[in-house]
């Protein structure tokens, strides 16, 4: 029975920008449990990365946590400042891997090196031993010929494995909570897929639990077991990855489903949603998504939705599941969703289901 | 041939290769012996990952780029290679680009109103100012835009609607042929949609013709209707598009559609992606060449793998 | 926790597609931008009032004072010479009777001239080549050894040799300059055309037709503003300490102008005995190139847009 390892409760996140406020995360609560992969799906401005920046204190310098907290291991991590109290968390219990290998790695140091420093600074190992090991977990990432290429310089590796070598340097502590923070939004499909591979491989094989950040809602059909979506700063529904696909209750949901090219008929419109994210350095009333929602309520303009629950892990910050709302279906377009794509795979159709 | 007989070919590559220049090194190839044709009023679709060569063919076929050897024709007519003013500036007329990146392809510094004017003010294609701005008020409601936009400023606007200013100032020009270089890959994802739909819309209403540059298949499904596969410089499939994925063939076809997750749980997590074990160098060779398996599907291989492919396919 | 909400808000909303469309921002505009970011420091509001001030009465005092370098009307009056400032006489008086106040604003007068004149036509020639360079391949190919050529040549020595050979004077000084600078302008913006000539958007104005010589106007130097503005406020105060140290070598303006230089030359030998003439016409100097320099550099920033609201 897996249980709870990190609990954020009313995270409330804002930055300074000249002399305004910008509410980044607008009051978020979550559970994650051991184990498990949970994705954060969200467009730009939705507030993704800077909430899972706040579990390893890497908001930037103009950023504060304004109200919540983050129980880990029965400390607040909101309540740790300086960079000595994260040292014993950042990079060992919660590690993260970002978007662009690029500007993760030093490019002017060896990757061993870069991989070796890490091992060195959190366990008490000799050089050689840590190089052992730093060859160790490069052969595990998938780094052919692993100890040649411990001396060689970023820029001679390929995007793809420049990342692997990001996941290694993140894994090489063992931490409990890795968040991959659109890792292969910046890689070829192929390589995407792989990377999807190696990490699920190293989360069976290792057992931590990850939190897989993306826009892409084929990747989160892959990695995800528990789904959060989250739009203006808040997490307008989350439930299982189950759920979220064949189930969703929130406009916005519908919306990123609808939008699916794979839903597309040729010859037809592609849904889309009109309009512009909300400018959060102003208080929004109501729902934040009511602007842009053509079935909105005149409360969604009002009054800010509380959370309704649909089931035990299913739960939508939307006032269409109050019982006095209208009775509203979710699109054509995304019913009988996985009827849909199973066509489109079925025999004849590409994207085979494993069999040769 | 068969139901193409009657179609008309507006845009035709012949053997293109294009090489660059590494400093007085070896000369890098970023596409060899390229061939396809694109047909009066369809949309054809580019598709490849980074370094396949897909951006670099667009660009040629923009004249950006030089080829090293090859031809390619517009309508019948030269357009490679040196040109006349004349003929320059009929190339122009006719074929058009969308830009990528929505943040990149437009002048900040400019007004709405200038960066959509600039070719019409090239060729001085309007008759007065009140011409001009007309044409552009036009423009910007056919993208959906308002008129109010254009005294405004790049930056004053989102992603999607930077886009559509750059459709509307290709299609101001009146092109046949549209060259869109992965014209969605910068927005998000539900705006995609909407740039999308603008497309369609707008070549039906125009008659225009599409070559559509872009890696995410999914997108390329809904919206092409032939596909060539491009993979480090070499063009490895060209079929219709419910064809090439219902009988993908290629080897890298085969791992490029398998390797798009699909956004459906229950189907995502019993498959296992299908690795191309020469993805680092093209498979290549003296018997290899553009074979048609099926009727008007063509892959690139050697006499052995074709008769495989066909059987494969059930022909 | 269900507090009293009446039913009609249940009801639909109205949803307005074209609204979505709107700008709601005010518009914006470029230099208006620039404006309100320049005048936001306090500081540099005050620094532009007194450089201004300091410029435009050192162009008009020395028309109404009468003074000039060749002519000293007490040179025979004891009394007037080497009298400390006061409030008859403001910087005093030096060696040969002449108000010290009269001399300093006179040589900052043609100081500033100089580098003014000097620097507007070493920016208009170098931006000029500088934009057809960067465009240019070809160009590129043989201008970049002239270049570095030139640019090897110690300057100071270029301009002592030019200057012995085409004598002293206002409009031979200026001449030596354009000549010396204006290839290093020029290499400068080559550079910065060449970072931005191969960006999306220069390509899309090639696929529209648009001729090189507009692309430079519209597409490349208006983001070269804030650079040019950088590179022309350190030029200025640059161009005035040239000119200083040249005439102070006794090149440069020659004895028929006022000069700065030249008077700190013949002042230095009072240093210890009469300390004010030498340090004042120092003071000024120093006041007039560092508070150029620095409004140069606000301006600078100011015309940066990511410095703007």
Known sequence: MSEIIISAKDIEVQFRVRENYLTAIRKVSLDLYTGETFAIVGESGSGKSVFTKTFTGMLESNGKITNGSIMYHGQDLTKLKTEKEWASIRGVKIATVFQDPMTSLNPIRTIGSQITEVIEKHQKLSKSEAKAQAISIMGRVGIPNAAERFDNYPFQYSGGMRQRIVIAIALSCHPEILICDEPTTALDVTIQAQIIKLIKDLQKELGFTTIYITHDLGVVANVADRVGVMYGGQIIEYGTVNEIFYDPQHPYTWALLSALPQLGVKGEDLYYITGTPPSLFNKIDGDAFAPRNPKALKIDFAKEPPFFKVSDTHYAKTWLLDPRAPKVEKPAAIQNLHEKIARMTSKGGAFHVRTE | MSEQNNREVLLSLKNVEISFDNGGKQKFKAVQDANFDIYKGETFALVGESGSGKTTIGRAIMRINELSAGEITFEGKRISGKLSKQEDTQVIRNIQMIFQDPAASLNERATIEYIISEGLYNFHLYQNEEDRIAKVDRALEEVGLLPEHKSRYPHEFSGGQRQRVGIARALIMEPKLVVADEPISALDVSIRAQVLNLMNKLKNEKSLTYLFIAHDLSVVRFIADRIAVIHLGRIVEIAETEELFAYPLHPYTVSLLSAVPMPDPIIEKQREPIVYADATEEKTGPDYAMREIRPEHYVYCTPEQAKRYAELAGQ | ?309
């Open chain 3, 1 to 309: 926790m269900m507090e009293r909400i009446e039913d009609n808000l249940f009801e639909f909303a109205e949803f307005d597609e074209r609204e979505s469309e709107h700008i709601a921002a005010p518009r914006y505009s470029y230099w208006k931008s620039v404006w309100r970011t320049f005048i936001r420091s306090k500081v540099t509001v005050f620094l532009s009032i007194f450089v201004i001030a300091l410029v435009a009465f050192a162009l008009i005092q020395p028309m109404h004072s009468g003074y000039s370098p060749t002519v000293a009307p007490n040179i025979n009056n004891s009394e007037m010479k080497y009298l400390p400032p006061s409030s008859e006489h403001l910087f005093g008086t030096d060696n040969i009777g002449n108000e010290v106040w009269d001399v300093v604003w006179a040589g900052a007068r043609n100081s500033i001239l100089v580098s003014f004149v000097s620097t507007a036509i070493i920016m208009v020639i170098g931006i000029l080549v500088g934009a057809v360079w960067g465009f240019s391949k070809k160009m590129d190919k043989w201008m970049i050894e002239v270049y570095n050529v030139v640019s090897n040549v110690p300057y100071l020595l270029l301009a002592m040799i030019l200057s012995y050979v085409l004598g002293a004077g206002l409009g031979s000084l200026i001449f030596v300059m354009v000549c010396i600078d204006w290839i290093y302008v020029a290499y400068f913006i080559r550079t910065q055309v060449m970072i931005i000539r191969d960006r999306e958007y220069n390509l899309a104005s090639k696929c529209l037709g648009t001729k090189t010589f507009t692309m430079i106007i519209k597409n490349i130097l208006p983001y070269l503003v804030s650079v040019i503005v950088t590179y022309i406020s350190r030029e200025i105060p640059s161009l005035i300490s040239y000119e200083v140290f040249l005439s102070y070598m006794g090149l440069g303006l020659g004895t028929n102008y006022a000069s700065l230089g030249r008077t700190i030359s013949q002042y230095k030998s009072f240093m210890t005995g009469y300390p004010h003439l030498f340090w004042i016409p120092v003071l000024v100097l120093a006041a007039i190139a560092i508070s150029l320099y620095v409004v140069g550099q606000k301006l600078a920033d100011a015309t940066d847009p990511r410095t703007h609201r």
